[in-house]
């Protein structure tokens, strides 16, 4: 039960909400995390000169994870324009290029990391060391809701393996544990040890409870700090509300058989993915904040060195539905405008060859997308050079990202603060900035 401290807050954590609300759109977040690296030049943001240099050596100098990068790599993929804004998509992505006029692309994303895992620190926390909290725990400090039934900050991985840093990306870092995020598992029972045990009635628990909570309230009485005790106490609060919360949220078989074909649940490849996705509308539809997605982990990822085009295709089949499927449910429920939908991974892939038909690693210019929310829609922003590989424009790092994902939930980063290491901490310590040219 200690490990449900994690879906609390205690009293004395946030004095008072630092929720602006004339400047909130978004009233949840639901962040698709494609872990290892997708390639944005094979995917949205097509480089003509890739296909008319192809197999020639690259002109400039490159900073590459491995050494000895190939030559110049045309993309495997076909390009078509689609809808009145006329964007192009990868034809591997047919369900979510009908969604172009809907989304705003950030072509221009930058990071400082090349490898996995201190990358997705990067992208999640703003920095590349263990330690920080993820954007998720700041968001969640800084709304100040009361407990819910629900967690605030939930997370769901890919079946197969966890992402690449594993818990530590969704860790709370130095704010207090209950802002860390909520794994949920697939199946009937996503959080562990929640069930009430076998031959225990409700009248029992709740005495049991009850007890608990004196018992811990007279202890903190005992301590100076008592954050520990009172989060100790809500902790089984918490957990006894959500055995009768989490398996009605987590059953899917109230939804209707077109909803499950919208999501693609009846397509083994996508049926995972595609659960995960409409458990996410579900938590938007209870006021869930922040949700997480990982897809690809340590191993089945988007990581292509080698076979770019295979690996990336399955990867894209796997997620494309889904998608597509969780962007028109959240627009016909009326929900897409105050949802924020976020895709991207950990960084891009270079335009030079690896193992002959792969990409290495390029964190200095990639692609990410955003949807509803309050950002605006069929709208590029920011530009890499000809090759795919720096950017010319438009730069946004990811204390930018985060900075801007606050503003939209309708947080004051300079007053979202907490004392750390003999300082006031923020959620990217004034190295982030909103990037308002994106916002409708």
């Not at 076998?198 to 608990?212: I, P, R, V, W």
């Amino acid at each position: 039960m200690l490990a449900l401290s994690s879906l609390l807050r205690d009293n004395n954590a946030v004095s008072s909400p630092v929720v602006h609300q004339p400047t909130q759109k978004a009233k949840s977040v639901i962040w698709l995390f494609m872990n290892g690296g997708p390639s944005g030049i094979d995917l949205f943001d097509p480089k003509p000169l890739l296909t008319k240099l192809d197999g020639k050596p690259f002109p400039g100098k490159l900073q590459t994870l491995f050494p000895y990068p190939g030559n110049i790599m045309k993309s495997p993929f076909e390009f078509k324009q689609h809808g009145e804004t006329g964007h192009h998509v990868s034809s591997v992505f047919p369900h979510v290029a009908k969604h172009v006029d809907d989304l705003t692309f950030l072509n221009a994303c930058v990071s400082n990391e090349q490898n996995h895992v201190p990358a997705c620190y990067v992208v999640n926390t703003g920095r590349q060391q263990v330690g920080s909290p993820n954007l998720g725990s700041w968001a969640t400090y800084g709304l100040a809701n009361e407990s819910r039934e629900l967690p605030e900050y939930v997370v769901m991985y890919d079946r197969r393996a966890a992402p690449e840093g594993g818990a530590n990306l969704w860790s709370s870092g130095f704010l207090p544990g209950e802002f860390q995020g909520t794994l949920f598992r697939s199946g009937k029972h996503p959080i562990l040890h929640l069930d009430r045990p076998q031959g225990l009635s409700t009248s029992t628990q709740e005495s049991q409870l009850q007890l608990l909570n004196w018992l811990n309230r007279r202890s903190a009485n005992h301590y100076p700090d008592k954050t520990q005790w009172d989060a100790r106490t809500k902790s089984f609060e918490m957990a006894y509300k959500m055995q009768s919360s989490v398996p009605e949220l987590a059953d899917l078989s109230n939804e209707t058989a077109a909803t499950h074909d919208l999501y693609g649940l009846n397509d083994p490849d996508c049926k995972y993915f595609g659960a995960q996705c409409l458990l996410a509308r579900r938590m938007v539809e209870r006021e869930v904040p922040f949700i997480q997605i990982y897809h690809g982990g340590y191993e089945n990822n988007w990581d292509q060195h080698g076979d770019l085009a295979g690996g990336h295709k399955n990867n894209c089949y796997e997620t494309d539905q889904p998608i597509a499927g969780l962007l028109t449910d959240l627009k016909q429920r009326g929900l897409l405008d105050s949802t924020l939908v976020i895709w991207g991974g950990e960084f891009g892939r270079a335009p030079v060859s690896q193992d002959k038909d792969g990409r290495d690693h390029n964190p200095y210019g990639f692609t990410m997308w955003m949807a509803g929310g309050g950002v605006k829609r069929g709208y590029r922003h920011g530009e890499t050079d000809e090759f795919g590989y720096l950017p010319i424009n438009g730069a946004v790092s990811m204390p930018d990202l985060h900075a801007t994902v606050l503003h939209l939930m309708g947080i004051n980063e300079e007053n979202l603060t907490y004392q750390f290491g003999g300082r006031k901490q923020t959620a990217t310590n004034g190295l982030g900035h909103t990037v308002h040219d994106i916002i409708a």
